[in-house]
């Protein structure tokens, strides 16, 4: 894989100086600005809590640290019960959406490819529409919602037909997958739509449903956060060992051949990492775009193509993006929170171009 990497760092050498600075330097300060990032999060909300306070509640929940409880015990329950379940399930949903951004984009050899691109968010919204119409809303108790698992076996199941769809000869064609991903998708959105009409609770459903395409991360609760947790993090692991193989990618499929890959294999490695990722974080978000998107661009330009770098810039980059985002939905037209996927297309569409322009 050094050939690849030594070759894709001559085809395309990042605009900045950040790709100067050693890894640890550069993983470091994102992860201190993330770490910033949440901290302002959980403070933020109808009942304001000084971050000072915020900090010694977290510690002494390590039972490492004993700070006296010099504050009020509501505010205990509101840092860990109300508001650090949603701020960690945004940080997961960015990670998530911008590292499966990179998987895509390295595999289809594309920028302005995006996490959804293969029908994920079809089967995603026709598992929550399914569940949205049924007549109870919850699976296992209070332990996790009927509409996330839902979801997210929408969205797999969708996943593995476009990908059998687009399989030919033992090869799969990325001009056939996306094809194959543009009329799933149509026929999910029909089913979709007729199901919605054909419910009983058509108007609740059509309401439920327009808010969780809004997207937007309301977890309140922990045991869905340790889910998703684990999927998305094992996801991004596994990931990282594809960072060879995205380099080769770069220089096309015949070049990754030569190299001594099985393309087709490594393509359905991707394809379903990226698409665990995307389900996994859709499950408990709704539809949110631009994350996947604009993120793996933006650590590309300041960080160069290297995907052993632009793996887990881009995690921590979609986290820091999405988390920020959450707030500022949360506090820029309060008491009201503005959709989360409203206010990413609001900023990223325009962001977007700049980076296209520049």
């Known amino acids: 894989m050094k050939i690849a990497t030594q070759n894709i760092q001559k085809k395309q050498q990042p605009g900045k100086s950040w790709h100067l600075l050693p890894p640890s330097i550069i993983l470091s300060i994102l992860g201190g600005l993330l770490l910033a990032v949440i ?12 971050i000072s306070t915020i900090v ?17 015990p509501t505010d205990e329950l509101i840092v860990w019960q109300v508001r650090m379940p949603g701020v960690v399930g945004a940080a997961l949903v960015g990670s998530g959406l911008a590292v499966a951004g990179v998987l895509f984009q390295g595999m289809l050899r594309n920028p302005l490819a995006d996490p959804f691109l293969i029908g994920t968010s079809s089967g995603a919204a026709l598992g929550a529409t399914i569940a949205f119409v049924l007549p109870f809303d919850t699976l296992y108790g209070s332990l996790f919602s009927l509409t996330p698992l839902l979801a997210f076996i929408g969205a797999m199941l969708t996943v593995m037909l476009v990908y059998s769809i687009a399989r030919t000869g033992g090869q799969t064609p990325v001009v056939t997958l996306l094809l194959a991903g543009v009329v799933i998708n149509a026929v999910l959105v029909a089913f979709q739509t007729l199901i919605l009409t054909l419910s009983p609770n058509a ?24 889910v998703i947790a684990a999927i998305i993090l094992a996801g991004i692991l596994c990931s990282m060992t594809l960072s060879g193989v995205l380099d080769a990618f770069a220089l096309g499929e015949e070049a990754a051949a030569h190299l001594g890959l099985h393309v087709e294999r490594r393509k359905l490695l991707i394809i379903a990492l990226g698409s665990l990722l995307t389900a996994a974080a859709v499950s408990i978000s ?73």
Request: proline share 8%.
């Open 39 to 50: 901290l302002l999060a959980v403070s933020f909300g109808s009942t304001p809590i000084p």
């Open 286 to 358: 709704g539809l949110i775009g631009f994350v996947g998107l604009v993120t793996p661009h933006t650590m590309r330009l300041l960080f160069g193509p290297r995907h052993r770098l632009l793996l887990p810039t881009s995690a921590l980059g979609g986290a820091i993006f999405l988390t920020l985002a959450d707030l500022l939905a949360r506090v820029v037209i309060a008491p009201a929170v503005l959709p989360v996927g409203v206010f990413t297309a609001l900023v990223g569409a325009p962001f977007f171009l700049f980076l296209l322009r520049n």
């Open 56 to 72: 010694k509640i977290l510690l002494n929940g390590t039972g490492i640290f004993h700070f006296a409880r010099q504050w009020d």
């Open 203 to 226: 108007h609740f459903g059509i309401e439920a449903l327009f808010n969780w395409l809004s997207g937007g991360v309301s977890v309140t609760s922990w045991p869905p956060i340790f």
